[in-house]
């Protein structure tokens, strides 16, 4: 079966802190990875997407992927209560077109 | 650009009607649409895939005759959902690829809360 996990949560950081959410996957031929961030009730909404090895940054968000380790991972910098949601991991495996979504990880960011 | 209309935001209905979800995009053809399921505190899992002018394909476990899929046009995607009981009670997103975007193609409707009483 082919799984994208992450831990539930929620991860509790205060403002200003560093956040560090982790994903794994279980398909070695999977190429696209990608962070969403959804608000409760709301349709998720793409933080960023990469393909490599190695970090990717954007603002204050740095992707990191780790394919021999199949782990990719999204740091948030500059934490803020706004960040407060719960960011899913999504992979497109091989042979697919489609998403595989992880069930996400709740952050709670505190004042 | 690249957006994604879904209608209605919320819907409430009696068990044993049909409820449909529209889903249309609004400035660009999709050749493909996807139709996901969010249970509360769950992630979201693909029902299926249609593509404009063929049947969709469910994934396993998505009973086709209960959830009627039809894409007609290259903009118009519509999910109905037949005989609901309270368990379909969920919240109904679609997405959409963009052609020619790449990590920033997969552009997702604003989602549909059905409550089934």
């Known amino acids: 079966q082919k799984e994208v996990e992450q831990n539930s949560g929620p991860l509790s950081v205060p403002e200003g802190a560093i956040a560090s959410l982790n994903c794994t996957y279980s398909?070695?031929?999977?190429?696209?990875f990608f962070w969403y961030r959804q608000y409760s009730g709301k349709s998720p909404e793409l933080i960023m997407f990469?393909?490599?090895?190695g970090d990717k940054e954007d603002g204050r968000f740095t992707a990191q992927l780790n394919k021999a380790s199949q782990y990719v991972s999204l740091l948030i910098r500059d934490s803020q209560p706004s960040d407060s949601a719960t960011y899913l991991c999504?992979?497109?495996?091989?042979?697919?077109?489609?998403?595989?979504f992880g069930k996400g990880t709740m952050l709670l960011v505190s004042p | 650009g690249a957006v994604v209309s879904q209608h209605p935001s919320w819907v409430i209905c009696k068990s044993g009607t049909s409820v449909k979800i529209e889903c249309r995009s609004l400035?660009?053809?999709?050749?493909?649409m996807f139709w996901y399921r969010q249970f509360p505190k769950q992630s979201l899992m693909l029902m299926a895939t249609?593509?404009?002018?063929?049947?969709?394909?469910?994934e396993q476990g998505v009973e086709k005759d209960k959830f009627l899929i039809n894409h007609a046009s290259l903009t118009l995607s519509t999910l109905t959902v037949t005989s609901a009981h309270p368990e379909d009670s969920s919240f109904y997103i679609c997405?959409?690829?963009?052609?020619?975007?790449?990590?920033?193609?997969?552009?997702f409707g604003s989602g549909t809360r059905l409550t089934v009483v």
């Open positions: 997405s959409a690829r963009v052609p020619g975007r790449g990590g920033y193609g997969y552009t």
């Open positions: 398909d070695r031929g999977s190429q696209s």
């Open positions: 990469i393909y490599s090895n």
């Open positions: 999504a992979v497109i495996m091989g042979g697919y077109s489609t998403l595989t």
């Open positions: 400035d660009f053809q999709a050749t493909t």
């Open positions: 249609s593509n404009e002018g063929s049947k969709a394909t469910y």
